[in-house]
């Protein structure tokens, strides 16, 4: 994972945290269910770039690209 997909996949997750916890703050559920939306979003995010690490350290112990 880039260190440019990581600051993305933060931002988008504290982003998504506040607008959770304004929206707890001013009783907008849909506010609140926005922001738990950018956090899984950006969960998502995260799991497909730790598999794709995974996959290029695999093919490069098979190919002997080190």
Same mark, same amino acid.
């Given at each position: 994972?880039? &260190?440019?997909?990581?600051?993305? =996949? $933060?931002?988008?997750?504290?982003?998504?945290?506040?607008?959770?916890?304004?929206?707890?703050?001013?009783?907008?559920?849909?506010?609140? =269910?926005?922001? $738990?939306?950018?956090?899984?979003?950006?969960?998502? $995010?995260?799991?497909?770039?730790? &598999?794709?690490?995974?996959?290029?350290?695999?093919?490069?112990?098979?190919?002997?690209?080190?």
């Amino acid at each position: 994972m880039g &260190v440019g997909d990581k600051f993305e =996949n $933060k931002a988008e997750e504290l982003k998504g945290r506040a607008k959770e916890a304004a929206g707890a703050a001013t009783g907008d559920d849909d506010l609140k =269910n926005e922001g $738990k939306g950018d956090q899984a979003s950006s969960a998502a $995010k995260k799991g497909v770039e730790k &598999v794709k690490d995974k996959a290029n350290e695999v093919a490069e112990k098979i190919t002997g690209d080190d």
